[in-house]
Each structure stands twice: as structure tokens, then as C-alpha cells.
């Protein structure tokens, strides 16, 4: 089942092109989106998540064409996103927070506070529910936003540096979690940790000036790294053989 | 975090929600919004501003429905508008200040739906403010007033300008976010109402569609307006089409960058609009009534043009002092003011049975002019000074000598010169003058000169003759004038007395 298929798919902001010509397609698992700063991964995953519309090329969401207003809905309301910048209302508690965005996701407003209790359960923030976000740590804000993008249990869920201001023992919870969610979800992670990608991801693509070079299992970028690659890690080397191959 | 089993997911029962489901979620958000409002914490402020502007004149009032209301439309929308408009201009810059706008953006619900949940939470917390104000003024005024009940239309034009607020500053936070929008909106819309008010001119003016406007511009809030003939529900009725109507358009202009919505708000815009319009056309063919309204022909029921039925509340006095329940409160100081008169001249020849108030009669002149006149059809009949002790700028010695200048002088004119159609020719003589000098108790500096264009030459020269005779005469106790007169008022009036045959 494929749950995202994404065909010579552009994005232009005024000259610059963001995104320049990218075909995936990415069904129930953990996709990885690799790259450097300024590859186009947010630009993409932002179309991904409906908030931009393409410049060109064809998007299908779960089945859906979401450029029409009743598939976009549908989409939405199986959707989950977490962007780069959290914005949030400093006055909520982490369960009001969730909350409102369950509520905004149409979900049945009888399942609501069940829904709310295990998705912060799921990101260990059960003891702060009733904490105001304006007291949290950035990482523990980091969770609420994972929190509201998994609240109603998305067919689809992107994220965007999920990982960003999570210590080491949430990376790793976090990484169980990914899994967990990616039996039954398309999930993709947008992000630079490729150790996040080697951990988690069934898939990774790579990109790089709006395109993408790399398309494949982690394994396979692995490989590629084995002779020309730098790094520490052997997925590292693999990224910046690729990086490499592509700029030449 | 724990890869927890989560709750089984529901996509096909998600997709066919209920209307009951919609409405309960609605219900939910709704209530999210209320308790993260900002006009919630905004109410004391709103309260305070009141408190120090409005409530503390309008309790200054003499404790009479028609004043108080009137007034309470005056004051009331004025006094919130800087809450109110701040709070619904941060709530509705809120999502872009917070950077959240992506996030909350990619959800199913559209962003009108989204956007009418916090508008709606702003508006309600709003409506608390306002409905406690009039309820504050009204259960006091109810436990003061001697007569009639509270007027529902004065503060109906209030609420209904509430949500015309709220819709204009989350309109403005919405289309521009950010920090200044706030300060600068919020002192827009303040100055935008407060001028709504002063550039009103006539009774056929556009600007009487401001909800501040009660009643014809230069009356205002009068003691007489709505007392003798029920309160004309016409301008309010105007006003209420004109803040909903804005309400409405506002609102659908809202939604009119919802691809999916925009045909929707664009009509629900336009027929904002075309409420709104067609209300200030109504308020430009405004009327004022005899009894100080404002008419419009096309809203009018004529059935409110009868006299409201009452019990007048009489005095015990020699010439008893009827007037208008109303107005209960003053018979005191009424026949306190005018009380020797009454003694005076109770069961003369010219003098009444009973003096009974009436309506003062309202006519526009050019520009924001009206006269206030009295048609008192017999010498039984008197207006009361358009100014109560507790209206801005009158107390009750202004109140005192304004009733002498008039009632008390009136009644003297009658008496001693036999009835109002003697009062130019043939010229009183001396005597009469003297005694009525002697009758009336002006303040020292009312003086001929101020009678003579209202009564003609009534009172004598300061320092004559007559003047001396005059005070000698106001220094008798009331019952020695009374039995004077009674033995000497017809040759009085016959010209057969001078002034050294008086007491």
C-alpha cells in the first residue's frame, strides 16, 4: 500500500527553487529524509502536510489528491505534523494543548480525553499534563508537539527534527516509538542525525539542492559509504558519499 | 516514551461523524477557548473602566429609568471598547504571533470554523462584561425608582454593539498579526465610535446609527424623553441591524479565503452589508417625535404614539402638586420650592384646584437645535425644568430657583393679575408688581431685566418703590399674605390699591 506518492513535484519561492523535480513514493514504515541545511526537506514535507501547495508535479496522500478541498480535509484529519518550529499557546497545560489540536483534527469529541491521556502517556510527559507549556524545557515542548502529532493515531505523520532538544535517553524512546507507529503508519522523519535514520528508518531518501540523490534502505546507504565515505559512523560515510557523488 | 498500545483508530467512523459529534467537539473547543481567553482576564479592567466612567454618573442620576438607560447606552460601549477591541485583536493575532499558524493550518477543521470558536469565546467573556454593567445599573435603579421598569432596548443596542467589536479587533489581528496591531486598532475603533457620536447633525442624521446614540443628538438622555410616552424602540432597532449586520459581514469576510467556503462567505458577507447598509438608511430618515424620540417611518408602530397610562403622585399641599410617578422623587423638593406660593394662593380667585405635571413638547431645529416647549392648555397644567438635581451641571437650589422662575411666577401672574391674558395689556400696576415681588421667592440676582422676555414686565425696577413695597410685602408670613389677598385681590387687580396701602 502506498500511503505517499510524490511525482516530479517542484516548489518555488519567488526564484529560488526549494524543491526541483522529486519522485518518491513511501508506504506503511519509517521514511527517512536526509540532508543537509537548505536541501528542501522542509519545503517537502511542508507539501507533504498540506500547508504549501506544489509549484508542479502530482502529490497523492493516502489515496488522495489533496489540491481538492473535500480530499484535503480527509487527509487532514489523518494527518499528523510536527514542524521545525513549534509554535504554541503558553498558557495552555500540555493536555489543553493536545487537546485543542485533537479537537481541531475533527476527532470524536467522546474520544477525546482518552486520546489526549495516551498520547502524552506515549511521550512520558503523563506527570506534566497539567503543566503549562510556558514552564517547559524545550525538550519536554519538543514531546508535547509529538504528542499532538500522534493524538489521533495518523495514517500519515510527518516530522520534522523530531529529535531536536531530546537528551539521549528520549532519542532513544523516541526511536522505539517511531517503530511502534510505523507497523501501521507511512511515517516520515525529517531530519540531519543520521544515526536517527539508522536506528528507526525501513527507508531513507537523501537530499540535496531540492533533489533528490539518494533513494534506498538505510543498508544501501550504508554500502555506499564503504570506500569514498567520511564520517565516524558507517552510515555517516555512506551520507557523505552520496553528498559527494552528487556535487561532482 | 513507550511504545504504549494506543487506541484502536477509527478512520471510517472519523469520517462520518455526526452533526451531535460536530457539535460536541465544537463544545469542546469552545470551552478550551473560554478558559484560555484573554477577555476573561480583561473583565476586571472592563469593570474598572466602567466603574470610573460610566456607573458613577449614571448612579449620579436621579433614580428614573428612561435617564439611567439612556444614559447606560450612552456610556456603556464606550467604556468597553478599549477591552474589548484589545482582547478580541490579541485573540485574533494569536496564531501568528505564536508562529503556530502551520500547525493548526494542516488540521480538518477549516480555519473559519477554527477562527469563529475563539471569536466566539471573546465575544461571550465580552458579553459577560456588558450584561454585569446593565445588570449592576438596573437592579439598583429597580430598588430606587419610584415607577415604570427597565427599558431592554437601550441595553440590547449594547449587547448587540458587543460582538460588532469583538468581530472588528479579531478581524484586525487576523488579517494583520502582530504586537502593534493591538495599541493601534484598539485606539481606532475608540476614536472611530467616540466620533460617531459627535458628528450627528439633525434628526435625520446617518450618525444616529452609532450604538452610543440614544435618543435625538441634543436631548440625550432628558427626564422627559420616555416618561409620559413609552420609549421608541425605532433607532434601536436601526442600531441593532446595524452592529449585527456588521457583525455578520465581518465575520464571512473572515471566511473568505477558505477556497472551499468562499461563495458562502461572501453571501453571508453581503447580506452583513446590506443589513448594515440598509439600517443607516433607515437612521436617515429619522423624525423627531413631540415627545423628544427619534421616528423612523418604515419601523414605527403607531400603537407606541399613546400616552402611557399612570397614578399620578399628588402632595398634601393647600393647592395640591400632581405629577408624573416618575418623578415621585421630587414632589418634595417641588413643593417644598414652590410650597408658600401654594399656601399663599390656595382658594383665590384665579388660583388653580390642583397643579397637574404634563410632557414638555420636542421640536428639531436646524442643525442639532431642539426646543423644548410646553403646551399647558390651562393654568393647572406646568412642566418641570428640563435639568434635575443629579443631571450634570443642575443641583437642587438650581432646580429650586429654576421652579420659582417659572411655576412660582406663573402662578403669582394668574393669581394677582387675574389670568395669563392680562399679563402684557393693560401694564400691572405698581402694587401688583410689588406683590408679586412679594410673592415669589427669586434668588437675589434674578432681576426684571431676566423676567421681562419671558413674562413681560412682571417684576418692579430694582430699588423703586415698588421693589421696597415688594420686600416689605415678602417679609409677611404666607398665611398673612393669603389672608390679605383673600380680602383685598379683586381691588388689587382694579387698580385701586397703591403701594402704601400694602402690609
Given at each position: 500500500m502506498i500511503?505517499?506518492?510524490?511525482?516530479?513535484?517542484?516548489?518555488?519561492?519567488?526564484?529560488?527553487?526549494?524543491?526541483?523535480?522529486?519522485?518518491?513514493?513511501?508506504?506503511?514504515?519509517?521514511?527517512?529524509?536526509?540532508?543537509?541545511?537548505?536541501?528542501?526537506?522542509?519545503?517537502?514535507?511542508?507539501?507533504?502536510?498540506?500547508?504549501?501547495?506544489?509549484?508542479?508535479?502530482?502529490?497523492?496522500?493516502?489515496?488522495?489528491?489533496?489540491?481538492?478541498?473535500?480530499?484535503?480535509?480527509?487527509?487532514?484529519?489523518?494527518?499528523?505534523?510536527?514542524?521545525?518550529?513549534?509554535?504554541?499557546?503558553?498558557?495552555?497545560?500540555?493536555?489543553?494543548?493536545?487537546?485543542?489540536?485533537?479537537?481541531l483534527k475533527e476527532m470524536p469529541a467522546a474520544r477525546v480525553p482518552a486520546a489526549v491521556a495516551t498520547a502524552v502517556e506515549r511521550v512520558d510527559l503523563g506527570g506534566k499534563a497539567r503543566t503549562k507549556l510556558r514552564t517547559l524545557s524545550g525538550g519536554m515542548l519538543r514531546r508535547v508537539g509529538i504528542a499532538q502529532a500522534i493524538v489521533n493515531e495518523p495514517e500519515l505523520l510527518l516530522l520534522d527534527e523530531p529529535t531536536a532538544g531530546l537528551d539521549p535517553e528520549q532519542r532513544v524512546h523516541f526511536?522505539?516509538?517511531?517503530?511502534?507507529?510505523?507497523?501501521?503508519?507511512?511515517?516520515?522523519?525529517?531530519?540531519h542525525l543520521v544515526e536517527d535514520v539508522g536506528a528507526a528508518c525501513s527507508q531513507v531518501a537523501l537530499m540535496d539542492q531540492g533533489k533528490v540523490v539518494f533513494d534506498g534502505t538505510p543498508g544501501e546507504l550504508t554500502a555506499r559509504g564503504t570506500e569514498h565515505g567520511t564520517g565516524d559512523a558507517p552510515l555517516e560515510r555512506g551520507y557523505t558519499a552520496v553528498l559527494a557523488a552528487a556535487r561532482a | 516514551m513507550t511504545a504504549a498500545s494506543a487506541p484502536a483508530a477509527l478512520r471510517p467512523a472519523a469520517a462520518r461523524r455526526g452533526a451531535g459529534a460536530a457539535v460536541l467537539g465544537s463544545g469542546r473547543l469552545l470551552r478550551l477557548e473560554l478558559r484560555h481567553n484573554a477577555m476573561l482576564w480583561l473583565l476586571p479592567v472592563a469593570f474598572a473602566l466602567f466603574w470610573y466612567n460610566g456607573y458613577r454618573e449614571i448612579m449620579a442620576l436621579p433614580p428614573m429609568w428612561n435617564l439611567r438607560a439612556m444614559t447606560l447606552q450612552n456610556r456603556l460601549l464606550l467604556d468597553l471598547v478599549i477591552p474589548v477591541t484589545g482582547a478580541a485583536v490579541w485573540m485574533g493575532s494569536r496564531e501568528g504571533r505564536r508562529s503556530i499558524a502551520d500547525l493548526v493550518e494542516v488540521t480538518a477543521r477549516p480555519r473559519w470554523s477554527r477562527q469563529l470558536a475563539t471569536w466566539a469565546a471573546t465575544t461571550?467573556?465580552?458579553?459577560?462584561?456588558?450584561?454585569?454593567?446593565?445588570?449592576?445599573?438596573?437592579?439598583?435603579?429597580?430598588?430606587?425608582?419610584s415607577w415604570g421598569g427597565p427599558l431592554w432596548w437601550p441595553a440590547a443596542v449594547s449587547a448587540a454593539g458587543v460582538p460588532a467589536l469583538t468581530a472588528i479587533g479579531f478581524a484586525a489581528g487576523t488579517w494583520f498579526p502582530g504586537r502593534f496591531v493591538t495599541p493601534l486598532a484598539t485606539v481606532v475603533v475608540f476614536f472611530g465610535l467616540a466620533f460617531g457620536t459627535q458628528a450627528a447633525s439633525g434628526d435625520h442624521s446617518y450618525w444616529q446609527i452609532s450604538p452610543l446614540t440614544a435618543g435625538a443628538f441634543d436631548i440625550g438622555a432628558a427626564p422627559g424623553v420616555a416618561s409620559f410616552?413609552?420609549?421608541?424602540?425605532?433607532?434601536?432597532i436601526a442600531q441593532v441591524m446595524f452592529t449585527s449586520g456588521l457583525t455578520v459581514a465581518i465575520l464571512g469576510a473572515?471566511?473568505?479565503?477558505?477556497?472551499?467556503?468562499?461563495?458562502?462567505?461572501?453571501?453571508?458577507?453581503?447580506?452583513?452589508?446590506?443589513?448594515?447598509?440598509?439600517?443607516?438608511?433607515?437612521?436617515?430618515?429619522?423624525?423627531?417625535?413631540?415627545?423628544?424620540?427619534?421616528?423612523?417611518?418604515?419601523?414605527?408602530?403607531?400603537?407606541?404614539?399613546?400616552?402611557?397610562?399612570?397614578?399620578?403622585?399628588?402632595?398634601?399641599?393647600?393647592?395640591p402638586v400632581c405629577m408624573h410617578p416618575a418623578y415621585a422623587g421630587f414632589l418634595p423638593a417641588v413643593t417644598a420650592a414652590i410650597g408658600p406660593e401654594l399656601t399663599e394662593f390656595a382658594g383665590l380667585p384665579g388660583a388653580p384646584d390642583r397643579l397637574g405635571q404634563i410632557a414638555e413638547v420636542y421640536h428639531q431645529e436646524p442643525g442639532n437645535g431642539i426646543a423644548v416647549t410646553a403646551h399647558?392648555?390651562?393654568?393647572s397644567e406646568f412642566v418641570l425644568p428640563g435639568q434635575l438635581p443629579?443631571?450634570?451641571?443642575?443641583?437642587?437650589?438650581?432646580?429650586?430657583?429654576?421652579?420659582?422662575?417659572?411655576?412660582?411666577?406663573?402662578?403669582a401672574r394668574d393669581v394677582i393679575l387675574g389670568g395669563s391674558g392680562r399679563a402684557a395689556t393693560p401694564l400691572p400696576s405698581q402694587a401688583e408688581l410689588a406683590v408679586i415681588a412679594g410673592s415669589v421667592r427669586f434668588p437675589p440676582s434674578?432681576?426684571?431685566?431676566?423676567?421681562?422676555?419671558?413674562?413681560?414686565?412682571?417684576?418692579?425696577?430694582?430699588?423703586?418703590?415698588?421693589?421696597?413695597?415688594?420686600?416689605?410685602?415678602?417679609?409677611?408670613?404666607?398665611?398673612?399674605?393669603?389672608?390679605?389677598?383673600?380680602?383685598?385681590?379683586?381691588?388689587?387687580?382694579?387698580?385701586?390699591?397703591?403701594?402704601?396701602?400694602?402690609?
Open positions: 500511503n505517499v506518492e510524490i511525482t516530479d513535484l517542484t516548489r518555488r519561492f519567488g526564484r529560488n527553487q526549494a524543491v526541483a523535480g522529486v519522485s518518491l513514493q513511501a508506504g506503511p514504515g519509517v521514511f527517512g529524509l536526509l540532508g543537509p541545511n537548505g536541501a528542501g526537506k522542509t519545503t517537502l514535507l511542508r507539501m507533504m502536510a498540506t500547508v504549501i501547495p506544489p509549484t508542479t508535479g502530482h502529490l497523492r496522500l493516502l489515496g488522495r489528491d489533496p489540491g481538492a478541498c473535500g480530499p484535503r480535509r480527509e487527509v487532514r484529519r489523518r494527518l499528523g505534523y510536527l514542524p521545525q518550529n513549534l509554535g504554541y499557546y503558553p498558557g495552555f497545560t500540555v493536555a489543553e494543548f493536545v487537546e485543542y489540536f485533537a479537537l526511536r522505539a516509538l517511531l517503530r511502534e507507529l510505523g507497523q501501521r503508519a507511512t511515517v516520515v522523519v525529517s531530519t | 461571550a467573556w465580552a458579553e459577560v462584561g456588558c450584561l454585569a454593567c446593565v445588570a449592576v445599573v438596573y437592579v439598583v435603579t429597580a430598588r430606587q425608582a410616552y413609552p420609549y421608541l424602540p425605532d433607532l434601536s473572515l471566511g473568505l479565503r477558505v477556497a472551499r467556503m468562499r461563495w458562502l462567505a461572501a453571501l453571508i458577507t453581503a447580506v452583513g452589508l446590506a443589513a448594515a447598509g440598509t439600517a443607516v438608511a433607515l437612521a436617515g430618515t429619522g423624525r423627531l417625535d413631540p415627545h423628544g424620540m427619534i421616528t423612523i417611518p418604515a419601523l414605527h408602530d403607531a400603537a407606541s404614539n399613546q400616552p402611557v397610562r399612570y397614578t399620578p403622585a399628588c402632595s398634601r399641599t393647600p393647592i399647558a392648555a390651562s393654568a443629579g443631571q450634570p451641571g443642575t443641583n437642587s437650589a438650581d432646580f429650586a430657583a429654576n421652579l420659582e422662575e417659572t411655576l412660582g411666577l406663573r402662578l434674578v432681576e426684571a431685566r431676566d423676567m421681562a422676555p419671558l413674562y413681560g414686565q412682571l417684576l418692579p425696577q430694582p430699588g423703586s418703590p415698588a421693589d421696597l413695597a415688594g420686600r416689605r410685602f415678602a417679609a409677611l408670613p404666607p398665611t398673612a399674605k393669603h389672608a390679605w389677598l383673600a380680602q383685598h385681590l379683586a381691588t388689587l387687580r382694579a387698580g385701586h390699591v397703591s403701594l402704601e396701602q400694602l402690609p
